[in-house]
C-alpha cells in the first residue's frame, strides 16, 4: 500500500510516495524481539463498516464523523475496472474528504472555509473534510467570531489576544456551547476560559455561530451519505432501498445535534432509501481483526488448494 499524502496535521518524513508495509515490516525486522506478518492494511472507515456487517448483515456503508470525514461503500465488482469478471462486490473506500479538491465545491464554500485551508498544513487538499469534521470545526467559528468582532457586532469590538490564536477554539466548545441545558452564564463561563469577556448578547451570538456550523456541517456529511445509498439503489435497480450504515467518530457521538440533523438530511436527500445507522464501538480495532482472521483463513485454504 502506498501512502499518497498526510492529512488531519500528520506529516512524517520519507513516507509519502513509499509502501507502508514494507516500511513497516523493515521496522519490526529492526527491533527483533518478535515475528509479525501484515495480512492488510484496513482504513478505519473501511474497519467501521465490517465490524457493523458481523453483527448486522444489511450494513454495506461505513462512516467515520469524528476528527476526520470519510465513508466507503459496497460496489457491483462490474463498476469497478481493475476488478476482472462482473460478479460479487468490493469495498470502495471513498476518501470523500478530498471531494472539492478540484474546485467543484467553491460555490459553497466561504471566506472563512478559504481561510482555514489557506492556514492548513494541506492547503488545498481535503475540502470538503475542513468543511464538516472536527478537526476543523472550531476554527471555522474562530474566524467568523473574529470577523464578527472587526465588523463591532462582537465582544465591544476589541480583539483579545486569545481570539488571535489559531485553534484556541476546539470543537469540543461547539458541543459544550451547543447544549440544551446550558444557560447563557454558563455560555459566558465557557468564553471567560478561553480568554474571552462577553456579554449576554455576545454569548447569544457565539451560541448561534456555533448552531449553524455545526448544521451546515450535519448537512454536507449527510448530503454525502444520501448520495452514496441512493448510487447503491440505482445500481441495483431498485424502488426502494434498506441499508445500514455503520458509524463512528466523536462528533457523531458527541456533539448534541449533529446526529439528528444528518440523519433528517439523508432522509429529505435520499427518500427512496430507508436508512438504519449502526453505532460501532471501536470499528477500527474489530474491523481489521475480522478482516485479518479472513485473510488468513483465505490463505490457508489456498495453500491446502495447492
Not at 446550558?182 to 448578547?201: E, F, K, P, W, Y
Not at 467518530?249 to 440523519?263: D, E, M, N, Q
Not at 475480522?290 to 488448494?305: K, S, Y
Request: glycine letters at 10%; one cysteine or more; hydrophobic letters at 35%.
Amino acid at each position: 500500500g502506498i501512502l499518497v499524502t498526510w492529512t488531519k496535521g500528520f506529516k512524517a518524513t520519507d513516507c509519502e510516495g513509499e509502501n507502508v508495509v514494507e516500511l513497516l515490516r523493515d521496522a519490526i525486522k529492526r527491533k527483533e524481539e518478535f515475528e509479525l506478518d501484515v495480512v492488510a492494511i484496513v482504513n478505519d472507515t473501511v474497519g467501521t463498516m465490517m465490524t457493523c456487517a458481523y453483527e448486522e448483515p444489511n450494513c454495506e456503508v461505513g462512516l467515520i464523523a469524528g476528527t476526520g470525514s470519510n465513508a466507503c461503500y459496497m460496489e457491483e465488482a462490474k463498476n469497478i475496472e481493475i476488478v476482472e469478471g462482473n460478479e460479487g462486490r468490493m469495498c470502495v473506500n471513498m476518501e470523500w474528504g478530498a471531494f472539492g479538491d478540484n474546485g467543484c465545491l467553491d460555490d459553497i464554500r466561504t471566506t472563512y472555509d478559504q481561510s482555514v485551508d489557506e492556514n492548513s498544513l494541506n492547503e488545498g487538499k481535503q475540502r470538503f473534510e475542513k468543511m464538516c469534521s472536527g478537526m476543523y470545526l472550531g476554527e471555522i467559528v474562530r474566524q467568523i467570531l473574529l470577523d464578527l468582532t472587526k465588523r463591532g457586532f462582537l465582544f465591544r469590538g476589541q480583539i483579545s489576544e486569545a481570539l488571535k490564536t489559531r485553534g484556541i477554539f476546539e470543537t469540543k466548545f461547539l458541543s459544550q456551547i451547543e447544549s440544551d441545558r446550558l444557560a447563557l452564564l454558563q455560555v459566558r463561563a465557557i468564553l471567560q476560559q478561553l480568554g474571552l469577556d462577553s456579554t449576554c448578547d455576545d454569548s447569544i451570538i457565539v451560541k448561534e455561530v456555533c448552531g449553524t456550523v455545526s448544521r451546515r456541517a450535519a448537512q454536507i456529511c449527510g448530503a454525502g451519505m444520501a448520495a452514496v445509498v441512493d448510487k447503491i439503489r440505482e445500481n441495483r435497480s431498485l424502488e426502494h432501498l434498506d441499508i445500514t450504515v455503520g458509524v463512528d467518530g466523536t462528533l457523531y457521538k458527541l456533539h448534541p445535534h449533529f446526529s439528528r440533523i444528518f440523519h433528517q438530511t439523508v432522509k429529505d436527500l435520499a427518500p427512496k432509501c430507508d436508512v438504519n445507522f449502526l453505532l460501532s464501538e471501536d470499528g477500527s480495532g474489530k474491523g481489521a481483526a475480522l478482516i485479518t482472521a479472513v485473510g488468513c483463513r483465505q490463505r490457508e485454504l489456498d495453500a491446502q488448494q495447492q
